[in-house]
């Protein structure tokens, strides 16, 4: 059975980094691609990030280029996302899911397992 447990999100100040953990179990984190999303009350869920194990490729919301950071631990079969100079626009709660295949793709429909979310606020 597949399980991703998202961790590490609180309140924090506007400015401020953070960063969020998610690991999985169940399968091996290296196989496929991990994407971070995250959704706010009445809005539909938004892509973040997205990462290819094995090919190292990356893609990013344009809203967070530049302040967020996609990474993964293998051997712990954990990932990251790092988010440096927060805004109160990106309070949400952040989803880290998984899918099979290599496209670092920003379709949530595309992935096929889901945690059960972390709550990001950023005061400002």
């Known amino acids: 059975q597949v399980r991703l447990v998202e961790s590490g999100g609180r309140l924090v100040q506007a400015g401020d980094s953070l960063r969020l953990s998610c690991k999985i179990s169940?399968?091996?984190?290296?196989?496929?691609?991990m994407g971070w999303f995250r959704q706010t009350p009445g809005k539909e869920r938004e892509f973040v990030a997205a990462m290819g194990w094995n090919s190292g490729s990356t893609n990013y919301a344009d809203s967070v280029v530049g302040r967020f950071i996609i990474s993964g631990d293998s051997a712990e079969n954990t990932g990251y996302l790092q988010m440096n100079s927060l805004k109160h626009e990106d309070t949400a709660v952040y989803y880290c899911a998984v899918r099979d295949g290599t496209a670092v793709i920003g379709r949530p429909f595309r992935y096929d397992y889901w945690g059960q979310g972390t709550q990001v606020t950023v005061s400002s």
């Open positions: 169940g399968r091996p984190a290296s196989r496929g691609v």
